[in-house]
């Protein structure tokens, strides 16, 4: 397998948050523990502000006051040794929102028993997204074959891909009548939000001359995110907008998805409305007569 280049934050947007103060029991030293100090935390987040931007709509952005929120619970939840853990936890919580790229957290601990004059000590952290991500990819107009080998090449350019499916031949589902299908799997991480990584699906999709003519419709590239962290871990993203609904609506029926799948990942798991079940189970209660091993794995 060829070397995999994982996704990376594309958004310099931020949003600030700087100097929320709380009194935590954080140190090494009894008196530390006994009575406390005050500390003060900056919160830098890369998030991309364009949908905000132009919505006008706080679900396109992120609340800086639940973010504040987490930061407090953090500073005065259980005491910890050192300060770096506390800025560990915030930069983990902060992160845990999906619009957030990557988090820089700044821990100021102003009365820190450094036994000489200073004006402050401080600990910086900076933290990026690496997601679980899993891509479906299929393909029946055209160079089908080619198309998906070089689909899964230029997705390492968003993902750092961990494990790929053998290409298998499906039988076409709902739509007009229309050739049979190439379908395939990717699973890895990415650094990517899942709105930029849709985005970067959907420009790669364009390079293969996509077109959004017909539901369900022939196409030359088809790439579809069908599950973004996780499945029931506090990584796991699930999303209802017009845009983008995860885990994927119809992937636990689709037997072209859970297949390949399963074959790049057997130990896969998929939400299904409030429960999380294995693909294999999935797979053992579908219909896999339309998917056929190609013979031409990658």
């Known amino acids: 397998m ?3 280049r994982p996704g990376r934050p594309t958004s310099t947007d931020t949003i600030e948050l700087i100097g929320v103060r709380a009194r935590g029991f954080h140190g090494v030293l009894p008196d530390e523990r006994r009575d406390g100090q005050d500390f003060v935390v900056d919160v830098v987040m890369e998030v991309d502000l364009a949908p905000a931007g132009a919505s006008d709509a ?8 639940e973010v504040a929120d987490d930061v407090v619970a953090v500073v005065e939840g259980p005491p910890r040794d050192l300060i770096e853990v506390v800025a560990s936890d915030i930069a983990e919580l902060t992160l845990r929102r999906p619009r957030v790229g990557a988090v820089e957290v700044t821990v100021h601990k102003p009365q820190a028993p450094v036994g000489h004059p200073f004006a402050d000590v401080r600990v910086r952290i900076r933290r990026s997204r690496r997601s679980p991500v899993v891509i479906a990819l299929g393909s029946n107009l055209g160079d089908s074959g080619t198309t998906l080998a070089e689909a899964a090449e230029r997705i390492t350019d968003v993902i750092e891909i961990e494990s790929e499916s053998p290409i298998y031949r499906t039988d076409p589902v709902g ?9 395939s799997v990717v699973v890895g991480h990415t650094a990517l939000t899942p709105w930029a990584l849709l985005h970067e699906l959907n420009r ?10 017909i539901r369900w419709g022939p196409r030359t590239l088809d790439l579809d995110i069908i599950s973004y962290g996780a499945p029931g871990r506090p990584d796991e993203v699930v999303l209802d907008e017009p845009d983008l609904i995860l885990p994927h609506p119809r992937a636990h029926e689709r037997a072209f998805v859970l297949v390949p799948w399963l074959a790049a990942d057997p130990d896969a798991r998929l939400r299904v409305g409030e429960e999380v079940h294995r693909v294999s189970d999935l797979v053992s209660r579908c219909d896999t007569s ?5 013979g031409s794995p990658r």
């Open 2 to 4: 060829t070397q995999r």
């Open 58 to 65: 706080l679900e396109h952005t992120v609340s800086y006051a």
């Open 204 to 213: 790669i999709e364009a390079e293969h001359g996509r077109t959004r003519d």
């Open 175 to 183: 739509g007009p009548e229309q050739a049979e299908y190439l379908n």
């Open 290 to 294: 339309g998917v056929r091993a190609d």
